[in-house]
């Protein structure tokens, strides 16, 4: 799986959007783009994930470059139950085996 | 909405002792996982199970640690014989055939004395 490289940490004020950008410039063309958070400790959480479309589903946006080499989480108006840590994930498969390989991710503070 | 769902919640337990954690994975789900984290550090793999064997284990998934599904519907994580660095949050997750996302329970916190 391809590497990523996300910023450590970020903050939003709440009600605005937050974006969460990520770097996978050694990305295949038959890996996709996947988002987690954990929420403090819970149990990682599945966002979105995306090819090379942009997705949107009711959670967040995923915008990928044209080059697919880069991609931005979306969270269109931040809350505080969005503080949580963010991990941007590169894998080949979108069905099936899918073992997750969890980074350092950014801590995102939503604040008031 | 289905969820995995992992007992207990919380468990204390003596460095040596055995403990095994608990998963209900969600019901049409073939593929099962088991990770750790350690307080402050990153989310770990250990173990992934499909029809009925480990299909991938890391290093930190010695020969302390089995698993099995022994009845289909239950996961399970067996820790031998803990030691104190066994304590972490161990955290259960499935998926389906179809579906690109991976459902994770609320974790065990194993306490390790």
């Known amino acids: 799986d391809a590497k990523t490289t996300q910023p450590p940490s970020m903050d939003c004020a709440e009600g605005r959007a937050a974006n969460l950008p990520c770097n996978h410039s050694t990305i295949s063309g038959n890996e996709y783009v996947y988002w987690y958070r954990q929420i403090h400790s819970q149990g990682p959480q599945y966002i979105i994930h995306?090819?090379?479309n942009n997705e949107t589903n009711e959670m967040a946006s995923l915008i990928i470059t044209e080059d697919r080499k880069s991609s931005t989480l979306i969270l269109p108006h931040a809350t505080l139950r969005d503080t949580a840590v963010y991990y941007c994930?590169?894998?080949?498969?979108?069905?099936?085996?899918?073992?997750?390989?969890f980074g350092t991710g950014t801590k995102l503070q939503v604040i008031p | 909405e289905p969820e995995v769902t992992q007992t207990p919640s919380h468990q204390v337990t003596q460095m040596g002792q055995e403990v095994i954690l608990r998963c209900v994975p969600i019901s049409n789900h073939l593929y099962f996982y088991w990770y750790r984290q350690i307080l402050g550090q990153k989310v770990e793999f250990l173990v992934s199970?499909?029809?009925?064997?480990?299909?991938?284990k890391s290093e930190i998934f010695d020969d302390q640690f089995s698993v099995e599904r022994p009845d289909g519907s239950n996961f399970t994580l067996k820790i031998r014989s803990t030691k104190l660095e066994d304590s972490a949050m161990y955290f259960c997750a499935s998926n389906g055939q179809a579906t690109g996302e991976l459902f994770f329970g609320e974790g065990s916190r194993l306490t390790v004395l």
């Open positions: 994930i590169v894998r080949s498969d979108s069905g099936g085996y899918q073992k997750v390989t």
């Open positions: 995306g090819l090379k």
């Open positions: 199970f499909y029809n009925n064997e480990i299909s991938e």
